[in-house]
């Protein structure tokens, strides 16, 4: 349903209270984009406004255009617009509303995995896989400091698809555990990139899917000494370095 909007409604929806608590956070550069947006080429696509009353006090919640809305609110004195269209949806349950936030922004791709960690993470106990996304919230944000949320989920996650549409199972979480507290020490120590932690990471899998152990105690020794001795300067890409950690693996 199409419905109209004042500029003084939208305001009320942007308010703290009233801003949903798995959506992402409201980015003042953003905001700033899509205001000159707006002035320049006026509004190109229509907020999605939840009804929400059937399960929430809030009754009516913005679920796609937090920034756009914001945007319309910052607007100077004086702009010609004053209200604007908005699509209303009725949702039944709080797992619908955000099934169509994890969509509409996995289509946009305006969303990152942070984003979708972040979410999943407030969206809290209702999701019977809370418990992954917990324990993968708390290694981004406590645990492995400077290790990329996409990284970690390609450490982690079965899927991306899986990981972003609120399913996230892990493939293998003590081989994983495993392996990013080596990558950890290695970027920590080394100051090695994500190409190159990648080409471990794949290394490793490669290995794990084709049935043979990874002696981690070995594996460490000897990426520490190799590394130590620069013997991967001239290493550029994932693959090479997926090579490199083949070779001083296997050498004799």
Not at 5 to 17: A, D, G, I, N, R
Not at 32 to 54: E, F, Q, Y
Request: hydrophobic content about 35%; some cysteine.
């Amino acid at each position: 349903m199409i419905k109209e909007l004042k500029k003084s409604e939208l305001k009320t929806l942007l308010t703290e209270k009233n801003l949903l608590e798995f959506n992402r956070d409201i980015q003042p550069r953003h905001v700033d984009k899509m205001t000159k947006s707006v002035m320049n080429c006026g509004i190109l696509r229509l907020p999605v406004i939840g009804d929400v009353s059937s399960f929430d006090s809030r009754d009516m919640v913005i679920v796609d255009g937090q920034h756009l809305c914001k945007a319309i609110v910052n607007l100077p004195l004086g702009s010609s617009i004053n209200k604007i269209p908005v699509l209303v949806k009725k949702y039944d349950t709080k797992q619908e509303v955000i099934n169509d936030i994890s969509k509409l922004n996995n289509t946009q791709k305006s969303w990152n995995d942070e984003n979708y960690l972040e979410a999943w993470f407030k969206y809290g106990r209702d999701n019977e896989y809370f418990s992954n996304y917990s324990y993968l919230y708390n290694l981004y944000n406590s645990v492995y400091d400077g290790l990329s949320c996409g990284f970690l989920v390609d450490l982690y996650a079965t899927t991306k698809s899986g990981f972003r549409e609120g399913s996230l199972e892990f493939r293998n979480r003590e081989f994983s555990d495993k392996l990013a507290n080596l990558c950890y020490d290695l970027q920590l120590n080394y100051n090695k990139a994500t190409f190159a932690l990648q080409g471990l990471r794949m290394w490793a899998f490669s290995r794990l899917s084709d049935k043979k152990d990874v002696d981690w105690t070995k594996l460490t020794s000897r990426l520490n000494r190799s590394l130590r001795k620069g013997e991967d300067r001239n290493i550029q890409g994932r693959e090479d370095f997926r090579a490199f950690v083949q070779e001083i693996y296997t050498r004799l």
